[in-house]
């Protein structure tokens, strides 16, 4: 391991005058040293999750009583979009940090989520998801005090290297969901290298196995649950919120690739009769259409960041056309994020030339990763929800994802 990775990071956790933005900010110029080979190779981003682990951001929305920092929604977002701006597959596992933390905090008891607060702010424990409702194939077994967790559970992102899981399973004799933070270490938990997809490639999204895993009855995330109050069903919610975050980051990281090749190396068209591209008034109306696209973007998912603040802060007194709202912008705010980063991450090459597509510079990747990510949640669907609103005044049916 390369030490002077870890006196990088002690130096952003002990300059205590930066923001979490500006941490963020240096983070990322390290990550960018090293983001294009990186994606090629895929795998565990090990040493760029430990300056996570050091830099004190995975404390970032623990409230300061119980050690963290008591940052907003809102404050936590823009990290995750900073982040995202240079390395997508970072973001991911830190805003599912993040997400996770949201988890306990909204299934479990105060007992419970208070004390796996304080030790991940004390601790600096990454968590990792191993959740995914759609996979039934992992079973739970009942036994007098304590729960047998057995079978495979797919799309567990950010698992390897983390210190607890979100894992859930099906109850054998009823067929219901069970939820539990566990910790990755216990005898029986496999965790498995095997993510190979096209983009995302370090979220080590891949498989977990559960082998005859001892589950305690505090480890249960079931008082409230999921999905059994307005503030509860905030969750998916928030998962949405951040994966628009990520979009946009995406979108403003392409944005800034594209403009530095094409101010710096991209030739004019032999046809233009121009000195420059910079010139070139095909390439200015691209630009013009990138720049519309994400300040709307910008101005639309920070709303819904706001009003899941807003949301959040009334806790069990939220109403259900209160978290209604919510929805519905977050919903919005996802398909321009999703709409404006397709179109940038592919449109990107008609205003940077032939050479940009020079599989050194993995360009591609802006797209790569965005498309892997949006096909997890189709759009249509999420229309589809708007629509239902916009026309009928109903809002989305509250579910794990919307």
Known sequence: ??????????KFLHETSKTPLEIAHDL??????????????????????DMLRESGLLSLTIPKEYGGQGASWHETLL????????DSSLAHLFGFQHLMLATVRL?????????????????????????????????????NGWHEFSGKKSFCSGAIDSEMLIASAIKQKNGKLVIAAIPTSRTGVCVLGDWANIGQRQTDSGSVNFEKVRVEENELLNDPGPLSTPFSCLRPLVAQLILTNIYLGIAEGAFADAKQYTLKEAKPWHTANIASTSQDP???GHYGDFFVGIEATKALTDLAAHRLDEAWQKDSNLTEN??????TCISAAKVMATRTGLDITSRMFEVTGSRATHAGLRLDRHWRNLRTHTL???????????????LNNRFPEPTFYS
């Not at 990322?28 to 999750?49: I, N, Q």
């Not at 990290?79 to 240079?86: F, G, L, M, P, S």
């Open 376 to 390: 997890h949640d189709p759009l249509d669907y999420k229309i589809k929800e708007l629509g239902e609103w916009a």
């Open 107 to 143: 299934f479990s008891k105060p007992e419970q989520w208070q004390r796996w607060y304080e030790q991940t702010a004390e601790l600096s424990w990454f968590w990792g998801n191993a959740l995914n409702p759609l996979d039934d194939r992992t079973i739970s077994k009942s036994f």
């Open 79 to 86: 990290v995750i979009r900073e982040i995202a701006k240079t």
């Open 28 to 49: 990322s110029a390290e990550f960018a040293k090293t983001v294009a080979e990186r994606d090629y190779l895929g795998g565990t981003p090990k040493a760029e999750r």
């Open 282 to 284: 095909y390439i200015l």
């Open 1 to 10: 391991m390369d030490l002077s990775i870890f006196s990088i990071s002690a």
């Open 322 to 327: 209160e978290r209604g709202r919510v929805a």
